[in-house]
Every structure is written in structure tokens, then in C-alpha cells.
């Protein structure tokens, strides 16, 4: 069983039958063949799946699709379009801080999320807003530089 | 740009297994065993099959009809038709429209098990060592002993003879990407697409299950996720094809987070029994024990018995070294490699108990270390020669960084030192194929990136070194098995030594050529000038496509294939008395220092510090090496602080999931300090030594080692969780 559903997913309406238990993680990948957007664990341990709604850092893989309503969706295929994504892209590029990509988008989504709701944190808690994303490869070491970068300069 | 990957990684723009996909596609569900250890009576597939969606369903019953051949190996059949070795281990397939469906029918099939004796664990066949040579049993795998050296006399006359025990944990790859693959079947081809570390290998174990010639089945990797070892050896792509071979569609395969920690062969407990004989600061002797839980591992397969039990003796000049072990068959899931398979816990036995030594007879851990360490030209237990070697200047920089931390720490903090040292595993050689284009260098390799960009910046840096291109002219192509080149996988801290060796041969023929089309003498390099790709010799620039024959204009340009053929090191077959023991490509050391604060009322251990220094050989990217460093000193950390597999007395794994296992989240990773020593070459390109596993090897050593330094409470079992520590401090 399915019920249409309308999302606003990177600025652009889209509108999909979906099941009223499906995931939005489920949905984005494929349903609207969203596939930037990993899945990991699907219980919300790993960060990996992290989109924006409404313009905060959400689990997709906790989230049932029908909870969304007309919250604004973005995914890490949208992040170009905004500036802070871009800058956060440009600096996880500039430093490697990725080494498989797995769980680079959820990073990079999350990243840009916190940045947006807090502009001007600083690098500890930025590190402590990424304590839900787990990388298995790089020891954490590229991306704290990442956010060094990023982070205000201390006063 | 320090990798080549990352705008499209930064974009989520990249095809991993997870996202594989074709029209038309069903979704597949494995069907496993409910108990560890079984007769299989009844596998009834009728409900699974009538169950909405349903377009396959197959076990033991279906594979002949299935095969062409009829059947597969007889000794690693592709489902059981008999005894159920392990809870979990696959018994049937289904396939469905969607996942939903698979995974509701899945839950129909009936299945009756006659349930055998469950051996859980090591203690259920051997509750202490079984003494030398008495371990006989239906329940070992193997059994390695090795001898230098007359271990008994050196003994009886030792001044004191100091002896531990340890004890180390189950542990799981855990890449964030799960296993994932795509199969189609299509006339004679039996393709699969998959997130693998090595094409040939699982072409090779496919063909073997699946009694198929190895031309009819075709592997080729999407983007890997990770692997960590965990993804060498075929796993879901047979089952993959049995069921795209029986429903005549597309298959997609992927595990879910839970049967990842089920079904990924990785490390298992074991248990290490450590004696010095000592006289004054000098080790006369040293007998290891070691017994290894494999699980249900076939006979004859086990490869990290023989392999890591020299890690426990250590890189150390002692008189006369007896090693044993026994490799435990239980019920638990098959051992498999896990990045530098089982040596940093040989290590963390090894290097708690040269802490012991030291500090029991009041010597400086790290000056002792210094003056037993092997220099080049020392001998190892089995008869090798030491070769270039990075250790003392190790310990001679670890002793650098130490005085510094000692100022600049506060009182109370615990520094610890560990030494561990590796080899490049070469696997059974293999091969490029480089391809000079007007525009562009071309690496054409079977192998995928997965992760530590030993293929995406390595191969392409010795390229660059080799030819005077620059990076951004040079391309890795990844192909298939059908077309590409053999090389048997990314594994082992291989791919520079291995692969990048054929590289720089490929390259160094190209260059030779192309000397022999140019005017004059002397060295040929290649340049990028407006684009193009010129070859000089001397002040003369040569744009390379006006030297390519009308052949090479027509096609691709110049092709080079390069090679490297797989080599080990020679061991003295005298001192082998039994099993298989293996000699080192090359020796390369890590000396980590860890610093840590241990919580007087809790146990808990922050890592406050951490220094690593790399034995590198030659380095051919500073950043990548260094990010491998920092990649393994955190994984490490995971082993030895939180990172245990929870079994029951059933053998059922208790804490399948990232909730109850532990991995390290970034907080819990201090800062990382990375020392590089060149000078000491290795047997790859320029005198590289293989970066993946050194790093990870002595971590839970040195964070022992801090905590004892720290506490005084010696911790002899892994990982080192609040309660073992609260337990060593007598607060438990």
C-alpha cells in the first residue's frame, strides 16, 4: 500500500507513492535515485545517511518519509548550490579528509548543517556536533583539520 | 589536490556497491543456519516460494540442476546439504521483487536441525595449554611448532624466568560500506559486479564453488567502502549468481549492518603464553604459546598461525626461541584477515610482556628495547636474515618525542612504548597495462580504490616519479577480469610494492622506447606542454604523438605491460618442526608511543596522545602515506580500548551492531603525531615498505604499556574496557 507523497528535496517539488513505513533514506535513494546519500547502519549509529530538513542534520535512516511534510530536504547532491556546502566541500577536498567516501557525505551534510545553524562555532563544538558520524578509515585526523579550517579562528 | 577522488567523493558521486543497481533487478535474502552446530534434517523452501514476490528460492537441493558442471568443490560447497557449522552461515537464498518481499519469505522457510555439541570457545577443547605436542584433537586446524636454539637448557640456567598470560578479542572489519554486489547470468557468463579488494580472488573462489572454469566468471569491481581485509575473498557472489542463474534476472546482494558482524571473516579470541628465560638485561630464551579461536575455518586454510606467532617472539635478539601454536576449530564464524591479520594482538602479548621484563628488573622499558632490538644482519627464529631496518632509529626518535612529552604533559599521565614490525605481503604477483596516449598516461588495473589511496594516488605516483609527467596527465582505468590484467588484490600493504613495481617496469619500457625512436643519448622523460605530452632528451622536446607508428596513432597509443611476480622470504627448513611458517618479503618497523590518563575510580582510559613512527622505505606521496598512519593508529585504538566480539555459550555473537560494539567516534582520537623514516628501502618501487598495516600493529600495546606506566595496573587481556582496567587496579 502507497500514498502519494510531496517532498522538497535540493529546491526542486517532487512528487512519489510511497509506503507509509518507508524511510527517507529509502525514498531518496530509490525512489528518486538519490544514491549520494550512504546507507549504513540503518539504526542511526553510523551518520552516514545524514540529509538536511529544514535545514538542520537529520538521520534519513530514522526518518519515515511521511514525517518530512513541507520541510525543505537537502542532500549532499544539492550542497553545491549552497554556499556553505560549497565551502565545506572545497575544504574536504583541499585537505583529503576522506579516505574510502563512504561516510564523506553524511560528513559533509552534517558539517554544513551545524555551520548554518551556528555560524561561528567553534572547532570543539563543531567536533562534538560530528561525534554521531563514524569514519572507519581516516582516524578522524584529516577531517578535524577539515574543521579547523572551517571553524572561526578562537578569540 | 592531494587525491584525485575527492571532488567526486565530496559529491557523493561515486558507484559503490551499495548503490549497484539494473533494471529489472530482484533483491536477495540469505536463509541461515538458526544453530551453530547441526545435521541438517529438513530444508523446506515451499513457503518461501509461495510467498508474494518471490522469484527464487534455492538451497543445497538446487544446486546441481543450477550448475553446469552439476556440482562445485566438494570441500566448500556452496550451501550445506549436511552439517551446519556456525549460527548464521547461509543454508539458502532467496530472491524477490524488493527487499521487503525477500526478507518476509526469508522468515518462511522450515528448517529442522538435529543440534550437535556446540564447541563455543577455545577453553571448550584445551581449558589450559595442552602441554608441547599434546594437543591432538578433531577440534584443531593446525598446529605449528618451531625451534631455535635448545629453549630447555637455556632455561634451566637462567638467572629468573619471567612468564604471562594473555588474552585477546574477537574483533570486526567493520567498513562503513557493507558487502554488496550485483550478478547477472547470461548465456555462458556468470558476472558479477562487487565491492571487492580483489577481483581475481573472488573470480577464483567463485569458480571453485560454483564448479565453473574461471573464463566464465567475471568479476569487476565497483567502488570499494572500505575493506580492511574483510573483503578479499568471495562471500555473497556466489549466492548472487546461483540466484541470478535461477531466476534469469538481475540479482543485487548486500548485507545488512547485523549479518556484516555475522558473516565478515575476521579475528577471533585467542589465548598467549609467554616465558623469558633472563640472565643480567639479556633474553636467553623465550617459549610462545599460542592458542587461535578460527571457528568454523576449513582445514587447511588457516594462514595466521604460522604467519603472526613470530610477532609474539618479537624483533629481538634473544639466545634460543621455541614457538607452538594451535589453530581451534570452534563454532564461531570463519577466521579471515582483518587489516595485518592478527598481529596487533600477537603484539600487544609480546610488547606488554617486554614491558614486564623491563620494569620488573627496573630498567627503562624503552633503553631496554634499545639494546635488544635486531639490527640489519641479526637473525630471525627461522633462520632470516635481518634486512634494512628502521627500528633503532625508531626507538632512537621515540626516545626524542618522549622527553618532550614529559615536559609538556601533566604529572599523572602514562606514556607507553610498543614496537611492532611487518612485512609486505606480495600476494601471487601481478600486472598492468600503461597505455601512452598524446594526452594522457593510462594505468589499466583490475584493482578498485578502496580507500587508502594505494591505488588512486600511489600507482599514480610512481608514474609521475618514473616519467616526469605530472599527476593530472595520469589516469587509472579500472577493468574487468575478462579484459584486464591479473593481479591478485589489494591486500597485504601490497599495492605499491606489488603493483606499483609493475608500474615503474611499464613505464620504464615506454620510456625506453620512445628513447630509441628520439635523437641522441641519454635519459627520456616525459613533460606535459600545453596540454600534450612531449618526451625530452636533453634540451630536444618531442611531442609524443609524431613518434607513435601509424598503428599506435590509430589505436591508443604506446602499450607497456608491466609485471611483478610474488616473492617471500627464505626460512631454515630445520628449525620448522611442524605447520606452515612463511618468511619476510622485507622487514618494516612501527614504534608508537601512546599517552594516556587512567580515571582512579572508573578505570576509564583517555588516550590523551599518540605518536607514530613509520618505518616508510621510500615514501611516494607524503599525505597519503601519512593519512594510513593516522587511519591505522585509530583503528588500533578501537582494539585496544573498545572493540570486542561478545559470544555466548552457544556461540551466538551477542553484539551484532554498531550499539553494542564499539568503534571510535572522533573525540575519543587524540591528536596524532606522524614521524616518517626513509633510508631503510623495502622491496617496492624506489625502496617503498607497504603502509597499511605497520600503523595499526603496536597500538594496543602501547596503550597497555601507557596504562601500566600510568596506574601500574597491567592489563593482560584485550581489549582494555573500564572493568579490566578498574579490575587491575584492585577497585573490582
Known amino acids: 500500500m502507497t500514498s502519494p507523497l510531496r517532498l522538497l528535496v535540493n529546491g526542486v517539488p517532487v512528487e512519489t507513492p510511497v509506503p507509509p513505513s518507508e524511510r527517507l533514506l529509502d525514498t531518496l535513494r530509490w525512489r528518486l535515485g538519490l544514491r549520494g546519500t550512504k546507507e549504513g547502519c540503518r539504526t542511526g549509529a553510523c551518520g552516514a545517511c545524514t540529509v538536511l530538513i529544514g535545514g538542520h542534520p537529520r538521520l534519513s535512516c530514522l526518518t519515515l518519509s511521511h514525517q518530512v511534510g513541507e520541510e525543505p530536504i537537502l542532500t549532499v547532491e544539492g550542497l553545491e548550490s549552497d554556499p556553505v556546502g560549497r565551502a565545506v566541500m572545497d575544504v574536504f577536498v583541499a585537505e583529503a579528509a576522506l579516505q574510502c567516501g563512504y561516510c564523506t557525505p553524511g560528513f559533509v551534510v552534517a558539517l554544513t548543517g551545524l555551520l548554518k545553524e551556528h555560524p561561528g562555532a567553534s572547532e570543539s563544538s563543531l567536533l562534538e556536533g560530528l561525534q554521531g558520524n563514524l569514519c572507519r578509515c581516516t582516524g578522524y585526523s584529516s577531517i578535524r583539520r577539515a574543521v579547523t579550517r572551517l571553524a572561526e579562528p578562537a578569540p | ?732
Open chain 2, 1 to 732: 589536490m592531494i587525491r584525485s577522488d575527492s571532488p567526486r567523493k565530496v559529491r557523493g558521486a561515486l558507484e559503490y556497491g551499495v548503490d549497484l543497481d539494473a533494471p529489472g533487478a530482484l533483491h536477495a535474502v540469505l536463509i541461515r543456519s538458526p544453530v551453530a552446530h547441526g545435521r541438517l534434517r529438513t530444508l523446506d523452501l515451499e513457503r518461501v516460494r509461495s510467498s508474494p514476490g518471490v522469484v527464487a528460492a534455492i538451497g543445497a537441493a538446487e544446486l546441481a540442476e543450477l550448475l553446469p558442471s552439476r556440482r562445485g568443490d566438494p570441500s566448500r560447497p556452496a550451501f550445506p546439504s549436511e552439517e551446519l557449522r556456525y549460527r548464521g552461515e547461509p543454508v539458502a537464498a532467496v530472491a524477490a521483487r524488493t527487499l521487503g518481499e525477500a526478507r518476509a519469505a526469508a522468515l518462511r522457510a522450515r528448517i529442522e536441525v538435529d543440534p550437535l555439541p556446540i564447541v563455543a570457545q577455545i577453553e571448550d577443547v584445551f581449558p589450559e595449554w595442552p602441554g608441547s605436542g599434546e594437543g591432538e584433537s578433531e577440534h584443531v586446524n593446525a598446529h605449528v611448532l618451531a625451534r631455535q636454539g635448545d629453549t630447555e637448557r637455556v632455561f634451566a640456567r637462567a638467572d629468573r624466568v619471567v612468564r604471562g598470560k594473555y588474552r585477546t578479542a574477537g574483533i570486526v572489519q567493520m567498513p562503513l560500506e557493507p558487502h554488496a554486489c550485483l550478478a547477472r547470468v547470461e548465456e555462458e557468463s556468470w558476472r558479477v559486479q562487487s565491492s571487492t579488494q580483489s577481483p581475481f580472488g573472488v573470480r577464483e573462489d567463485t569458480s571453485a564453488i560454483l564448479g565453473l572454469p574461471e573464463e566464465q566468471v567475471v568479476v569487476e569491481a565497483s567502488w570499494v567502502g572500505g575493506g580492511f581485509g574483510g573483503k578479499g575473498a568471495a562471500l555473497l557472489e556466489p549466492y548472487a549468481l546461483l540466484l541470478a542463474a535461477a531466476s534469469h534476472r538481475p540479482v543485487k546482494l548486500q548485507l545488512s549492518y547485523a549479518e556484516e558482524f555475522e558473516l565478515s571473516r575476521s579475528t577471533l579470541p585467542s589465548t598467549i603464553w609467554i616465558e623469558s628465560a633472563m640472565s643480567g638485561d639479556a633474553i636467553l630464551g623465550r617459549r610462545v604459546r599460542l592458542l587461535l579461536d578460527t571457528g568454523a575455518s576449513l582445514p587447511g586454510r588457516d594462514f595466521a598461525t604460522g604467519y603472526a606467532i613470530g610477532f609474539i617472539a618479537g624483533p629481538y635478539r634473544i639466545g634460543a626461541v621455541e614457538l607452538e601454536g594451535y589453530a581451534v576449530k570452534t563454532n564461531k564464524p570463519p577466521f579471515g584477515p582483518h587489516r595485518a591479520p592478527f598481529a596487533p594482538q600477537c603484539v600487544f602479548a609480546g610488547e606488554s610482556h617486554t614491558d614486564e621484563i623491563a620494569r620488573e628488573a627496573g630498567w627503562d622499558p624503552l633503553e631496554f628495547r634499545e639494546r635488544t632490538a635486531w639490527r640489519v644482519g641479526d637473525e630471525t627464529p627461522l633462520g632470516q636474515k635481518v634486512g634494512p631496518f628502521g627500528l633503532e632509529e625508531g626507538i632512537a626518535r621515540a626516545r626524542a618525542i618522549r622527553e618532550r612529552w614529559r615536559k609538556e604533559l601533566p604529572q599523572g599521565t602514562g606514556i607507553g612504548l610498543a614496537v611492532g614490525f611487518w612485512s609486505t605481503g606480495t600476494g601471487a604477483g601481478g600486472e598492468v597495462l600503461v597505455r601512452l596516449g598524446p594526452t594522457e598516461l593510462v594505468i589499466e588495473t583490475v584493482e578498485a580504490e578502496i580507500g587508502s589511496g594505494s591505488v588512486i594516488r600511489g600507482l599514480v605516483a610512481v608514474a609521475e616519479e618514473i616519467s616526469g609527467l605530472p599527476r593530472e596527465a595520469i589516469r587509472i582505468e579500472r577493468t574487468d577480469t575478462a579484459r584486464g590484467p591479473y593481479d591478485s588484490g589489494v591486500y597485504g600493504s601490497r599495492t605499491l610494492g606489488a603493483l606499483g613495481h609493475a608500474v615503474r617496469v611499464a613505464v620504464t619500457k615506454l620510456l625506453e622506447e620512445l628513447g630509441r625512436r628520439l635523437p641522441g643519448r641519454g635519459e627520456v622523460r616525459l613533460e606535459l606542454l600545453d596540454g600534450k605530452c612531449v618526451a625530452s632528451r636533453g634540451e630536444a622536446r618531442t611531442g609524443v604523438e609524431s613518434l607513435f607508428t601509424d598503428t599506435e596513432r590509430a589505436t591508443s597509443g604506446m602499450l607497456a605491460r608491466g609485471r611483478h611476480y610474488g616473492r617471500g622470504g627464505e626460512i631454515l627448513a630445520e628449525r620448522v618442526i611442524t605447520g606452515g611458517f612463511f618468511g619476510y618479503t622485507d622487514f618494516t618497523a612501527a614504534v608508537h608511543l601512546a599517552a594516556v590518563a587512567v580515571d582512579a575510580e572508573t578505570g576509564q582510559v583517555r588516550v590523551v596522545r599518540y605518536a607514530a613512527i613509520a618505518d616508510a622505505g621510500h615514501v611516494v606521496d607524503a599525505p597519503t602515506y601519512r593519512a594510513q598512519v593516522e587511519g591505522g593508529v585509530a583503528m588500533g585504538l578501537g582494539e585496544a580500548l573498545t572493540e570486542e566480539t561478545l559470544w555466548s555459550a552457544e556461540a551466538e555473537l551477542m553484539n551484532p551492531g554498531l550499539l553494542d560494539y564499539r568503534v571510535p567516534t572522533l573525540l575519543e582520537i587524540p591528536p596524532i603525531e606522524v614521524e616518517v623514516i626513509e633510508g631503510f628501502p623495502g622491496a617496492g618501487p624506489g625502496g617503498t615498505k607497504g603502509g597499511g598495516e605497520p600503523p595499526i600493529i603496536p597500538v594496543p600495546a602501547a596503550v597497555a604499556n601507557a596504562v601500566a606506566d600510568a596506574s601500574g595496573a597491567r592489563v593482560r587481556e584485550l581489549p582494555l574496557t573500564p572493568e579490566r582496567v578498574a579490575r587491575a587496579l584492585k577497585l573490582l
